[in-house]
């Protein structure tokens, strides 16, 4: 290990440990699940604000988007777009659900039919899903990140990642993850300004930027090198996944009220619009640095080991970190409000006794992390990782809510209809190599399967009630 190495590795740790303590100090408030899960539902609008930034500018922003923009230049700049479409849009369509004391998604979407049991099971197995799947997105990016700086292997990366996350929301829930998100925040936003002043210096400024030639022939956004289809399908895969992840809706049942919801979310919005230049700029420098990368998401770790002194490039490192770990925590604390507050009652058939909740959500706080860290173990693709995840799991879960949530003809077979319908179509779509190439990946067929089915359905049940509520006429 070089010298500059060691500096990361020890820069990394000493911030991991910073993290413990502060959701140590957190948890000496904490009486019980919904203090651990939910914050006490009184999470003030500057620190909401502060963990969805942190939680927007993740995994996907870092290593995803910066090697997307490495390989199709401005295109990188799509993952945010779609982000701050989306994150506006919840503001608006979905705020409102905080006046309903709402603790997990499933409960939320299950409300909008009737409440109806299997679907309720079915959402919350879903949504754990997706949790997992989201937590296992930012363990690969984190690991890959942390192996390229210190030369520790990808799988003991992952580890030291996982079992450090593990620790630190365990301890603090959801209380620490909200003042965890809003420090790293600030990291993050430092960190990427730095990385791409000092990667344009390198590169000789802007002229040499617009040079590129991706970004120079293939029109607005470089949406010519990966075709206005595709490009539409890698916005909207990102925009549907802000609607439908569970950690999202988290920050709307724990916030103080609907319009502090509103108003950090329309904040996150704008300024996760502008940041989306960020990683593109970061990427297109690393391409003219060196355009025979291996992996294109090696791009934004390339740059912090080849443009930046080693310790601006350990602040960097946190940058980097705090991507992963800010959203990586909400994911977790999502799965976990899902595991103890659904799927726990369900296969129990009981309620948690008082005194042993906060000992059950740290345990499972513990399962959750360590079966992603599992998951994570076997993946190296992050934005394919994240756009098929998104696809399959959360194109019926953004639909069932839309539908639910604005059209009262929707009925619980129609959100059964929704939800096979959206992950049956992605996964079509996924084994057929020419459609997958068209739409780029599998949203807009998933979404457009969801919506058809759902309401189709939905009127078909809907007529069969009307016609059996009908009273029989005597002759």
């Not at 604000?49 to 799509?78: D, E, I, K, P, R």
Request: glycine share 10%.
């Amino acid at each position: 290990m070089s010298q500059s190495q060691f500096i990361y590795l020890f820069a990394f740790v000493a911030y991991l440990f910073a993290m413990v303590v502060v959701s140590w100090v957190v948890s000496r408030w904490q009486r019980s699940s919904d203090d651990f899960l939910l914050a006490g539902r009184q999470v003030p609008l500057l620190l909401t604000l502060g963990t969805t930034v942190a939680t927007m500018v993740g995994t996907g922003s870092s290593m995803g988007a910066v090697g997307f923009a490495y390989q199709h230049a401005w295109a990188g700049a799509l993952y945010g777009i779609g982000g701050a479409l989306g994150i506006l849009l919840l503001a608006w369509l979905f705020a409102p659900a905080r006046a309903q004391a709402f603790a997990t998604m499933s409960e939320e979407l299950a409300s909008y039919v009737g409440n109806k049991a299997i679907v309720k099971k079915l959402l919350a197995v879903l949504i754990y899903a997706a949790s997992i799947g989201w937590l296992g997105a930012h363990l690969i990016g984190g690991g890959m990140y942390l192996s390229w700086l210190t030369g520790l292997d990808e799988s003991s990366a992952k580890l030291l990642i996982g079992i450090g996350l593990a620790i630190y929301v365990s301890l603090g829930g959801y209380s620490a993850v909200v003042w965890t998100d809003s420090i790293q925040a600030i990291i993050l936003f430092v960190g990427f300004l730095l990385m791409a002043y000092f990667a344009l210096d390198v590169i000789g400024g802007w002229q040499a930027l617009d040079n590129n030639h991706i970004a120079y022939n293939n029109g607005f956004l470089s949406y010519q090198s990966i075709g206005l289809l595709p490009a539409l399908s890698m916005s909207l895969a990102i925009l549907v996944g802000v609607l439908a992840t569970p950690s999202f809706r988290q920050r709307i049942y724990s916030a103080h009220s609907v319009k502090s919801i509103r108003v950090s979310f329309a904040i996150s919005g704008v300024l996760y619009l502008g940041f989306s230049l960020i990683p593109a700029i970061i990427g297109i420098c690393a391409y003219e640095l060196n355009d025979q990368l291996d992996n294109p998401a090696f791009a934004f770790p390339y740059i912090a080991l080849n443009t930046l002194p080693a310790a601006m490039g350990g602040f960097i490192l946190l940058a980097g970190i705090s991507a992963t770990l800010s959203s990586a925590s909400s994911d977790a604390i999502a799965g976990v409000s899902v595991l103890v507050s659904d799927i726990y009652k369900w296969l129990m058939q009981t309620e948690i006794a008082p005194e042993k909740q906060l000992l059950t959500s740290r345990l499972a706080m513990l399962a959750t992390v360590f079966t992603a860290l599992g998951l994570a173990l076997l993946s190296s693709d992050i934005v394919g990782y994240i756009t098929k995840m998104v696809s399959v799991v959360l194109a019926g879960l953004c639909i069932m809510g839309l539908l639910g949530r604005f059209w009262p003809g929707y009925t619980w077979q129609g959100s059964l209809a929704t939800l096979a319908g959206g992950s049956l179509a992605a996964v079509v779509v996924s084994t057929n190599s020419a459609w997958l190439a068209y739409f780029g990946n599998p949203i807009i067929p998933a979404l457009l399967s969801a919506l058809l089915l759902g309401v189709v359905v939905s009127l078909l049940s809907k007529n069969k009630v009307d016609d059996t509520a009908q009273p029989q006429v005597v002759s």
